[in-house]
């Protein structure tokens, strides 16, 4: 498959964009897609070390990925990210960037989210330890017309996956 | 042709870099190559707002070029960059990350480029109204092994851009 895309995932902290995203990106790499992640945190070191979790710096950070992912898509890549992306503006103006931007909405109640706290930033963010936490101190604009949506307390990862596979069938991306 | 590469070009400000990267560019590209072209001037608006010229965030902004670069030669296309990297050290960095990696210096005495002084920039860094600009009062560290030189005070730009093209046909980038 030569048509690149920007797979957008979005969602909570601890909703399950990480281990999806990454599920996806094998199933996709073992169909002969070429894939790229670009996951918060990598995005974070490489791009935006120094910026602050200010709604200003995580827009410029936001920004920054969909410039590297736009450049993967056009050339034939599927550029996959997985940051929290709270802010609906500003994932909008990459959806208006790029034409094959898809939307994937990783979503979960935040009692859920809390609950799993895998990587112990929610007790932190409670604990007033970490700032501008989105879901706790800071806010999360879901988005209103995602692509994909996954419901990742009410179905397996396996049936999230499975989601998104067969929408990029639907949508044509996929042979 | 699917094989990316990194074509690394560096050298003064005004020493030819934007012009001949664009038209061995276009060459590229009409050989059947995906070419994306990461600019000094792209970059610092894309991914390096609000960094300074000091030598700290020159190497931020030089890293960041790299890592973009690297993602999309690692994807089949030929990166090219055209900013000034003045500093060894992270140009041989990035050589070390990215094995197909092609350094291109772009060589002219300083007064040539500032005779030619295309955008005004050497008669403001001499008029104090610019700082850290390179070859005034900002080092410039030439390579050492470039893969590919030209001398763009003894040779025209089409002589340039044949030295790059045929030296990637030598190196087996082009057919």
């Known amino acids: 498959m030569e048509k ?7 969602g909570l902290s601890g909703a399950g964009k990480t281990t999806i995203s990454r599920i996806v990106a094998e199933k996709l790499k073992s169909r002969g897609c070429k894939v790229e992640i670009l996951d918060g945190d990598i995005v974070r070191e490489n791009l935006s070390k120094g910026l602050t979790f200010s ?19 056009r050339n034939g890549v599927v550029a996959i990210t997985a940051a929290i992306s709270p802010y609906k503006e500003i994932r909008n103006s990459i959806r ?21 706290d895998v990587k112990g930033l929610y007790a932190k963010a409670r604990a007033g330890e970490i ?21 990742t307390d009410q179905e397996t990862i396996e049936e999230s996956v499975g989601k998104i596979i067969s929408s990029l069938e639907k949508l044509g991306y996929l042979a």
């Open 55 to 73: 709604k200003e710096d995580r827009d410029i950070n936001v920004k920054r990925i969909g410039f590297v992912a736009h450049l993967l898509s």
């Open 96 to 116: 208006e960037m790029d034409e094959n931007f898809i939307e994937v909405y990783i979503k979960a109640p935040l009692e859920v989210c809390e609950k799993r």
């Open 131 to 151: 700032k501008q936490f989105t879901g706790i101190d800071d806010p999360y604009e879901a988005p209103d017309n995602p692509e994909i949506t996954c419901n």
């Open 4 to 10: 690149g895309l920007i797979l957008w995932f979005t």
